[in-house]
């Protein structure tokens, strides 16, 4: 696809060995920086299954490649050439036009990867990516993030996040929802008649909120369910991020507690 231009445009699945879980309603971030994994992708969009074939990839490669938190970020601009997304959002183009800005992108397209916060494309070459991620985890990590899913029904779960770093700047997190095992029939555009399957993929977002001066938060979130979510395939992602500079601190993610 051509790009867009700046202006327009589930206990702890993270692989992340050395964050801690707590029975398998909890989670802690470790001691190092976990890699926060951003995929900006369209059902619409002829060159994006690549990419998202590449992101569930991940699941199945995250003992080999270092501890990292992915999301898939469905964009809705490329709705009008003919096929809507349904797992689209219009936050999360806005979300990857700030990326471009903060992270110094030429501009937005799709497929597109960021890393903490900074556009690359290590992802298409495997040894690249893999010595990408392994600077990153080598961080000492400039924030803690622990995570808690207090409760959940079947219409909603109550996600506690506590964070605490010493790092100075405008700070704030986000709260992610997503689901793994989706699939798509997709009958008109660019990618008619193909069996879209996706991972990873935000269902809900929520944020910016801003962390406490002092450099501490805590706080509880309800978040909200539709009928047609799979619980066993949820997932809860949390972030630390400077929001003049765009650099991501730290991210975790936890699933569901099970029943």
């Not at 961080?139 to 409760?151: D, F, G, H, Q, W």
């Not at 506590?162 to 798509?184: F, H």
């Amino acid at each position: 696809m051509k790009k867009q231009p700046l202006l327009t445009a589930l206990c702890a699945i993270v692989f992340a060995s050395n964050a801690t879980a707590q029975q398998q309603c909890s989670a802690v971030s470790g001691p190092q920086t976990n890699a926060l994994v951003e995929l900006y992708t369209s059902e619409g969009c002829s060159s994006c299954p690549p990419a998202d074939q590449w992101l569930t990839r991940l699941k199945t490669q995250g003992n080999q490649l270092g501890n990292i938190v992915p999301m898939a970020l469905h964009v809705d601009y490329w709705d009008y050439i003919g096929w809507k997304d349904n797992f689209a959002n219009p936050a999360f183009a806005r979300r990857q036009r700030e990326m471009a800005a903060s992270g110094h992108a030429r501009g937005v397209y799709t497929p597109q990867i960021a890393i903490n916060g900074q556009d690359t494309r290590s992802w298409v070459s495997e040894s690249r990516f893999k010595n990408e991620i392994a600077s990153i985890n080598r961080m000492p990590a400039k924030a803690e993030i622990r995570l808690a899913v207090n409760s959940h029904t079947l219409k909603s779960a109550q996600v506690s996040t506590s964070i605490k770093t010493a790092e100075a700047g405008p700070l704030v997190y986000y709260l992610a929802l997503q689901e793994n095992n989706l699939q798509s029939t997709v009958n008109a555009g660019e990618n008619r008649g193909e069996m879209l399957r996706h991972d990873y993929v935000v269902r809900q977002w929520l944020g910016p909120f801003k962390v406490g001066a002092d450099g501490k938060t805590n706080e509880s979130h309800e978040i909200h369910f539709q009928q047609a979510w799979k619980q066993r395939d949820l997932s809860v992602v949390a972030f630390v991020q400077n929001s003049a500079t765009g650099e991501v601190l730290q991210a975790l993610t936890l699933g569901l507690c099970k029943d």
